[in-house]
């Protein structure tokens, strides 16, 4: 990945690596504001190397026991901090969580995820990352710690802009907390050859309570999420009319970026197919499949 300007090495920084959560969290609160966290150090290398960042302090979690771990807990899978983005390709994944499997398996190529981490592309929040509208359409929440205390707060609202998340210096992500209900769902990205969706679109359908969650990424700083309780409309129900009623909305609320990839009115048309694409998908094939 690159910004576009010329590749430098990496600038000097001291590397910490952490043997203990409790000791990542000394060592975070310690340098706070001169450090920057490492998982995979797919994206933060890139970074350093452009000279986006210069941290003093680079502090791997690679040693990390309790952010490594993948667990199901109340009703929520919990992915550590350090889980690799290969880790959640498995069938159960795709079987509970279908919006997740797809998004992953949307993200770069097998090399990429097997060092990337979940949490490690949500926090490294760019607009075209993969990670963030699946987990928003899922509910995710996350998990925030720092030295001696935790918050746990939805992953939506988490990003703010370009490269920026709202977690203070001396906190990390420690685990993304996803859900686990009766769902349908997708993930659609159209990319043009391009690394990144030039838009993308998560849908998931929580069958039991019979509200989804659509939300549009790649298409403006932060996503956009349309929720069914905002509009009321029921796939389920009437397809026809619905998606008459979507595509409506979609027209009138739905304003994409123009940038050097794509026009607005280019991406207005892809997040259009994409969106018809998914509540087909998850309305209509995979009810007749369940
Ligand atoms: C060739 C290429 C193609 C790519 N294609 C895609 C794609 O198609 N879709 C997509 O979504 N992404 C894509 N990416 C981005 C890639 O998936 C991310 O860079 C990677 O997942 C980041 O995870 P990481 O564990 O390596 O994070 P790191 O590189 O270690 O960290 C990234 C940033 O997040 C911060 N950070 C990391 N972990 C935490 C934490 N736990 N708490 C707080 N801050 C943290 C770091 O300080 C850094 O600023 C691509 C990258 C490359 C190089």
Redesign the pocket.
């Known amino acids: 990945?690159s910004f576009g300007g010329p590749y430098f090495t990496l600038p000097k920084f001291k590397y910490l690596r952490p043997d203990s959560l409790e000791e990542l969290l000394s060592s975070l609160h310690e340098h706070s504001g001169n450090a920057?966290?490492?998982?995979?150090?797919?994206?933060?290398?890139?970074?350093m190397k452009e000279r986006l960042?210069a941290p003093e302090y680079v502090i791997s979690?690679s040693k990390v026991p309790e952010l490594k771990t993948l667990q199901i807990k109340g009703g929520v899978l919990a992915v550590g901090?350090n889980v690799h983005?290969s880790e959640l390709e498995s069938g159960s994944i795709k079987n509970s969580l279908p919006t997740l499997y797809r998004a992953v398996k949307?993200?770069?190529?097998p090399t990429?995820r097997n060092?990337?981490?979940l949490?490690?592309?949500l926090?490294?929040a760019?607009p075209?990352?993969?990670?963030y509208p699946a987990l928003i359409s899922m509910e995710a929440e996350a998990e925030i710690s720092k030295k001696s205390s935790s918050r746990v707060v939805p992953v939506n609202g988490l990003v703010l802009g370009l490269g920026q998340?709202n977690?203070d210096d001396d906190?990390?992500?420690?685990r993304a907390l996803i859900p686990l209900r009766k769902v349908r769902g997708t993930y659609l990205k159209f990319?043009n050859g391009s690394?990144?969706?030039l838009a993308t679109v998560a849908l998931t359908y929580f069958t039991e309570e019979k509200r989804f969650n659509l939300v549009i990424g790649s298409a403006s700083e932060t996503p956009i999420t349309i929720r069914e309780s905002d509009v009321d409309w029921d796939f389920d129900k009437d397809f026809g009319t619905n998606v008459e009623k979507l595509e409506r909305y979609l027209q009138l609320n739905v304003n994409p970026v123009d940038d050097l990839l794509a026009s607005s009115d280019f991406r207005k048309n892809v997040i259009r197919y994409l969106s018809l694409q998914a509540v087909k998908e998850v309305f209509l094939d995979e009810r007749d499949q369940n």
């Open positions: 990945m920057k966290i490492m998982s995979g150090g797919v994206g933060l290398l890139a970074f960042t979690i901090a983005l949307n993200i770069a190529d990429i060092m990337g981490t949490v490690g592309d926090a490294e760019v075209w990352g993969d990670a998340i977690v906190e990390i992500i420690s990319a690394e990144y969706g």
